[in-house]
């Protein structure tokens, strides 16, 4: 501190501290600065390039648009009400949501809590003390008569922040929070995706359960009739055993059906915060819901920056930076300054009075010489801590490259195996409708109705299943794709404000 600023008056000094704070401050932090790394240098997904979109299936072809915006909203592409009322639901009561927006507002918190040492600690106390001394303290044997001492006043305390270990601790926490952002971002897009995948399964189930029913109802016809003709001999016993065998295989089917449908429905109850008793909900036609025909493929560089797990490695990236810094400024000198002003007086009377008032301004400084190795230890614990939240970094990207890549091939061959599976359906309904023809007039045997009856069977769950799966992919290319984006969320630039 400057002579010169010695020989002023206490109040001289303390309005001095703040110019003299903010030359301390000026320094720059020690440890690394936080970059984004750069997106993988490539321009799209796939190996070969994207196509313009997918085939085209009963005069439905999905286009794919490159850098198209993603609606936040993203379920809504699929033009069902009872859709759009159940995500709306679970993102209103979902407990899973509500944890994560708690632990957000928890980390948020802390990180406003750390930035507070930004400013000085101010703290008023007051005291009242009985004691007796003993003239020994002094080499006298006289005894002194015991007495009250009134205490009264303001402390201030403040670490000079040279080096910037706090300034990176308070990046940290800030960048701590960011995570916690990310992770709520992610809870939000999992949930709508799970609440669409577990509604498209749910359909489809339905429909599976439905076209078995009708299989199951079709063989009991021609079980009838198997026996029929076996009572007046047209055909024999081994033909109506077949038949009773091929319904009770049919049958056999709808139990694990129904078991399937039943715990996807437990388990739409789960994403929509409710208990399985308090479930309600809408039938959902697998026909009502429409299939989404203009894709959005965000570019790999926007991808890298909008989805939620690949922020959230970012934020936890620039955390472990800053601890580098925090841990390289724990081994520098640590400067604090205090100052106090008050009164003291054996009479309550006095507190405030001229005689009674104390001050006192210090200045602290810590080195510190030997910690057993700890400091440094600490230092290269941090800098592992980084390269690994660098590697992890790289590990999330690579991911949710390989999600997208995975979503966008799954559409193109979906829609070819839709295309393959209509077209097996119809030849099997029509295979079937003829040997039906043919076993009425007793120009195929019962064996050949059968099997016709197992293919159109098998066709029509396989065509159930292509339709579902071209919708549960779409919503999954969305999900991959990271949801909207919503902006720069950074939790650091909030916190500075006083």
Known sequence: ??????????????????????????????????????????DRYTAQPLPAGTASVAGAAQRFVVDGAMPEQWWTTFGNAELDRRVDTALRHSPSLAAAQAALRQAQENARAAGAVRFPAVDANAGVTRQKQSGAAFGDTFT?????????????????????GTRRGIEAQAALADVQQAQADATWLTLAANVITASLQEASLREQVRATEAIADSQRDSVRIAERQQQIGATSLAATLAARSELAATEATLPPLRARLAATRNQLATYLGSTPAQLELAPLPLDAIALPRDIPVSLPSRLVAQRPDIRAASAQLHAATAEVGVATAAMLPQITLSGSAGSQTVHAGELFSAGSRAWSLGLGLTQPLFHGGELRHRKRAAEAGLDKALADWQQTVLVAFQNVADALQALQYDADGLAAQLAAEDAAAQRLALAQRQYRVGATGYLDLLQAQRDHQHARIALIQARTARLADTAALYAALGGSWRGDTSTEAAIRKP
Do not use: E, Q
């Open 1 to 42: 501190m400057p002579r010169d600023l010695l020989r002023f008056s206490p109040t001289l000094r303390l309005r001095a501290l703040p110019p003299l704070l903010g030359l301390l401050l000026a320094g720059c932090a020690v440890g690394p600065d936080y970059h984004r790394p750069d997106a993988p240098p490539v």
């Open 144 to 164: 002194f008569a015991p007495l009250t001492v009134y205490n009264a006043g303001v402390s201030v305390s403040y670490g000079i922040d040279l080096f910037g």
